[in-house]
């Protein structure tokens, strides 16, 4: 073997991840809110990259304080009530008879309402509670019973049973049955083992399955109905409108902050001395970099939309349920881009369509084999399918999964496992054959 020494030139081509490209592959993935966050967050890294925000106009004093003078104030008081959310303390303590209780009373319902957690259950531990309070233990559990007699029914109760107990008491006091079935046979019930309940306490399936009824109409996390959850909207980033030429596509900017050139600034400095103009140098290059990333980032996210809405014609113009299958690498194979590329692209993206508003994602569905060879279904055709034959199957006799699996070969030639219908009743929220089961 000969080991030698020495210099070889040789020719390699490799890709490598710059700092630009870096950059235009995470612009591309932005959501418009993030999008304007980035640009705000770069002009102040860059003095020559100016942020002019469409949606927000400069304010003349002289102008506006005129035009306040002539404008009615009737309905003023209105706007400044501020929106200030009813936390579940409140209401707790809003209905207690202060008059009728001690200070210590207070006191220790106080810290128990501390203790609650946002679904209303009490997650707390009384003898510590006691120790740290210094309070008798037979103080702290009848300020927590006090606190389970507040509303909504079910507040205070330290799990689900005892939650679903002290519902149906208030909802119905004078069902013996129901209290007896939650106190003693929860676990069993909750799991419909119904036959060694009935025989036990020698009453009909169909007793059971009027307690069952009752129940389900109970509230399992009562602290949840007083949460106030702030509204978030939804800014689509395209627009899918129907014309009497057909379906067109429109890109919504909007929303986004526009950016310009701050040429004064570049005018005043960039003559200065050499370490002035190698740094506007640099950052004249950054400016036109994000400038020519975001024109790719609108023009790839229209070429894809574009795309959706020639595969899609039958969604947009009948409803949901025409939804046909398609993948990101079927999009991403006739736009001739990477598959990667196309799933940033539809990352937290929204369109608007003539019959609402949608994820991209939603467009994105696994292929279904049928019996002909010629067509196929999508995932979310089947769901459907499933929720059908669900919706129409007889309570008594509930369709198994292998019996849906037959249905949908039989009745829409749609060849699935019976794995994949337990994954998709799963994900539809449906229970299984067993639980769906009703004795009237």
Known sequence: MDLKAGLWQQQTLKLAMTQELSQAIALLQYSAQELAAFLEDKALENPLLKIENGNVKPMNPQIDRNRRKHQKSEKDWIEQIADKPFSLEEHLISQLKITHLTAEQMKVIRYLIKNLDENGYFIGDLTEISDRLQVDHEIVEDCLAIIQTLEPAGIGARDLQECLMMQFYYKNPNNDLAQTILSKYFIPFAEKKWKLI????????????????????????PGALLRNEPTTYIIPDAIIEQTNEGLTVRMVDESLPRISFNQPYYQKFHNQNPQVSRFLQDKVQDYQWILKSIEQRKETLTRVVAKIVEKQPAFFQKGSQYLVPMTMKEIAGELDIHESTVSRAVREKYVQTPIGTYPLKTFFTSTIQTLTDEESTSSTQVKNEIHSLVSQENKQK????????????????????????????????IPSSSKRKRFI
């Open 198 to 221: 009935a025989k036990e306490l020698g009453i009909s399936m169909k007793d059971l399955q009027d307690v069952f009824d009752e129940i389900q109409q109970l509230n399992p996390k």
């Open 398 to 429: 509930p369709l198994s999964d292998q019996d849906v699996v037959e249905q949908l070969k039989l009745q829409k030639g749609i060849i699935v496992s019976r794995r994949t219908v337990a994954k998709y009743r799963e994900q539809l929220g």
